[in-house]
Each structure stands twice: as structure tokens, then as C-alpha cells.
Nanobody, 117 residues
Framework: QVQLVESGGGFVEAGGSLKLSCVAS????????MGWYRQAPEKQRELVAI??????TTYADSVKGRFTISRDNARNTNLQMNSLRPEDTAVYYC????????????WGQGTQVTVSS
């Protein structure tokens, strides 16, 4: 079983920065992809950024150029968020997508990010 713990959320004014971190415990595989999703009130959960084990990164168009995902090792991922906007306000979730030996997803409990205008 895999458990994810996020940290680093909080309250910030528009234009400010925050850094989110996620640590995974349990069995990890080299093919696991780690990433970040977010869910704003009354909206569907959406992808923010992902980082594959091969080093490929993907970002939502809305955060390109402002957010940077990094991966220290197989168990840690960070999301540096700069130039934050009120529309970035959401609960941010750390995610692991596993495709081998079976397809499965794991989620953290979420961390709140609030950006004031």
C-alpha cells in the first residue's frame, strides 16, 4: 500500500509564491508517475502537473510558465507555484499513477491553497 502526505499549502496574496511537497511511503516502482491535481469548489478535479520517472513533465496550460514540478527521488515531488492568481485557489492533491504490475492510482489527503486578490 502507498500513502501520500502533502504539505506547504496556505494563504497568499495574488502574485505571491508557495511550494507544495509530497512524500510517498510504501512500495514504489520505477515506472510510477507522480503529479499534482487540484479541485476548486464546485469544479472537477483537474491535472496541474506530472513528472514521470523518465523525467518527462506535463503542465496544464493555465499554469505553464508559473508552476514548476520537480522530483527529488522516487518518493518526493514538489510543486513550486509562482505568480499565483485567485483562480489557483483550490485543494491540491498529490497523485501517483501506477501502470505496472497493475494500473492503480493513489491520492494524498489534499492541501488547501488560497490566493487572495
Amino acid at each position: 500500500q502507498v500513502q501520500l502526505v502533502e504539505s506547504g499549502g496556505g494563504f497568499v496574496e495574488a502574485g505571491g509564491s508557495l511550494k507544495l511537497s509530497c512524500v510517498a511511503s510504501g512500495n514504489m516502482f520505477s515506472s510510477d508517475t507522480m503529479g499534482w491535481y487540484r479541485q476548486a469548489p464546485e469544479k472537477q478535479r483537474e491535472l496541474v502537473a506530472i513528472f514521470t520517472r523518465s523525467g518527462t513533465t506535463t503542465y496544464a496550460d493555465s499554469v505553464k510558465g508559473r508552476f514548476t514540478i520537480s522530483r527529488d527521488n522516487a518518493r518526493n515531488t514538489n510543486l513550486q507555484m509562482n505568480s499565483l492568481r485567485p483562480e489557483d485557489t483550490a485543494v491540491y492533491y498529490c497523485n501517483i499513477l501506477r501502470v505496472w504490475p497493475v494500473r492503480r492510482e493513489y491520492w494524498g489527503q489534499g492541501t488547501q491553497v488560497t490566493v487572495s486578490s
